[in-house]
């Protein structure tokens, strides 16, 4: 990292986060239309307070028990998603045996290999991509919609993170179970997913990894009852809850500091 941030700083983590990104834009694995979705993104997390609320745990449970329930569970990864939690995707992969594939809305086979290797570098084994026989999600036009046969295409559980809603519909649609990481619970994404973890990539996906070891003891029974018991329209819920009450916090004391 070029710029040298201080662990001191109120908000190191946010920075750091950042200076990721640019450094990502300059490799050509972040698109500039990537840096303007985490700026939308961080907006959200500043009103949630930065930090991973009880229902993202639950969703983050519901995944869990996903990851263990699933034949085939893939974890589809962007650009911004690759520049932000490398090291985190490394750790879901080993601990679900879960494979990862490259998905990009702003496609080039360049920019697939690119991210490929950013992955890879950060010890993620198992990625599809550039090589991989490709097909097409039935309804969908865009790049997002050219994915692995081996990969997503024959997925019974996809997790993605830093989402357009287009591509989530279209792969609940196809019979997906679909489990998003957006932190705007007003995105078409979150509401079309069938779990949505309101939270920060990074923080997201370390939820995930905790839950899975916890709940890899269970048998499948158990872990059926957490996925049938999971409502994700009450997630939604208590996280507009959650950003109500902070708003109302800070119009009542004039800060959220």
């Not at 070029?2 to 834009?25: C, G, M, Q, T």
């Not at 697939?112 to 026989?133: D, H, N, P, T």
């Not at 097909?135 to 919609?145: F, H, K, N, Q």
């Not at 993170?161 to 609940?172: F, K, N, P, S, W």
């Amino acid at each position: 990292m070029e710029f040298e941030i201080p662990r001191s700083h109120p908000r190191y983590h946010s920075l750091v986060a950042r200076e990721k990104l640019v450094e990502a834009f300059k490799k050509g694995v972040v698109v500039p239309q990537g840096l303007i979705a985490h700026g939308r993104g961080e907006c959200f997390d500043y009103l949630l307070g930065e930090r991973s609320h009880d229902f993202a745990v639950e969703a983050a449970r519901a995944a869990a028990a996903w990851f263990l329930l699933a034949r085939r569970p893939v974890i589809s990864v962007n650009g911004n998603y690759a520049a932000l939690a490398a090291e985190e995707i490394r750790e879901l992969q080993e601990v679900t045996g879960a494979p990862v594939e490259v998905n990009i809305f702003y496609r080039t086979e360049e920019r697939v290999r690119l991210i490929e290797e950013e992955l890879r570098a950060a010890g993620v084994r198992k990625v599809l991509g550039s090589g991989c026989e490709k097909t097409r999600v039935p309804g969908l036009e865009s790049p997002r919609g050219i994915v692995c046969r081996d990969g997503i295409a024959s997925a019974d559980f996809v997790l993605l993170a830093i989402e357009d809603g287009d591509r989530t519909e279209a792969l609940v649609r196809w019979g997906k179970t679909v489990a998003a990481i957006d932190l705007n619970p007003f995105s078409r994404t979150a509401q079309k997913a069938s779990i949505t973890i309101v939270d920060e990539a990074v923080r997201a996906t370390k939820l995930i990894v905790r839950e899975v070891e916890r709940l890899r003891s269970l048998d499948k029974s158990n872990l059926k009852q957490i996925i049938s018991s999971y409502d994700n329209k009450k997630v939604l819920a208590r996280a507009f809850k959650a950003i109500m009450e902070r708003l109302k916090e800070a119009a009542e004391k004039g800060s959220l500091i």
